[in-house]
């Protein structure tokens, strides 16, 4: 606490002294107050750095919630784990979309009009992280090409960050809700001699994949991806980002 007037001192030896007992803590800023910056450093990638991240060893151990990998190991038929090396990385892929997880695919908008790669690679769900004002403009929308391709198509609208943030857990359950619709209906397909097999051991069951986009690929949907690992493996947010940042600079 401050020293308290001394009524024996002049007005400006007291005003001096309460002047020296409020020293400032920080430097003074004319700028707008704003969160701190998050420093995330790179993996250190090596043959076994994957238990670095947090993806390496049984489903027991993915997620702090045993159902969330119960789940995903049905869905996936145990396929749920991280590439298994860092991708090197070309300036000109940015154009593209990456695998990040074995169902998750990140990229740019341009990447949805690849049908190719989309046939290829499986995507069963195109899934767009996009700002409100694009949706009303009818902007970054996957719907004509997934008609196209027969696959089906979602989009998450929010107006700024805190509203992205706020839509993290919908996003999540609508990539859930995508696979578990995906393996149900290819086990409803099953011949009963076939199904007890397939369901033990993952043979003719094809899990869904997404492919999660925006703008850049690198804002928007990075999040939600990130959001996603955060949520269903159970990975801090530092890990959770370098494992986006393996896969997609």
């Not at 919630?65 to 749920?80: H, M, P, Q, W």
């Not at 990539?175 to 409803?188: C, G, K, P, T």
């Not at 369901?199 to 492919?211: H, P, Q, R, T, Y």
């Amino acid at each position: 606490m401050p020293t308290p007037p001394d009524p024996s001192r002049g007005p400006r030896q007291n005003f001096q002294s309460l002047e020296l007992s409020h020293e400032p803590t920080s430097a003074y800023t004319h700028c707008i107050p704003a969160p701190p910056r998050i420093l995330v450093p790179p993996p250190a990638w090596a043959p076994n750095s994957l238990s670095l991240l947090g993806l390496q060893h049984s489903h027991d151990s993915v997620s702090s919630e045993i159902k969330n990998a119960e789940f995903l190991r049905r869905v996936t038929s145990g396929d749920f784990r991280a590439p298994k090396s860092q991708q090197e990385w070309k300036y000109e892929w940015r154009r593209r979309a990456q695998r990040i997880l074995p169902f998750i695919h990140l990229g740019p908008m341009g990447a949805i009009r690849d049908r190719d790669f989309l046939k290829s690679e499986g995507i069963t769900l195109l899934l767009a992280i996009r700002n409100i004002r694009s949706a009303q403009a009818k902007l970054l929308d996957g719907k004509k090409v997934a008609d196209e391709i027969g696959i089906a198509s979602h989009a998450v609208d929010v107006d700024g960050n805190p509203e992205l943030i706020a839509a993290f857990p919908r996003a999540v359950q609508l990539i859930n809700d995508h696979l578990s619709q995906i393996y149900a209906r290819q086990v409803q397909a099953l011949p009963n001699d076939a199904l007890g097999k397939s369901i033990m051991d993952g043979s003719n069951i094809s899990m869904g994949k997404v492919l999660i986009f925006c703008e850049s690929g690198n804002e928007r949907s990075a999040a939600v991806v990130a959001a996603y690992i955060m949520a269903m493996y159970g990975l801090d947010l530092i890990r959770a980002i370098q494992i986006v940042q393996s896969q997609r600079f």
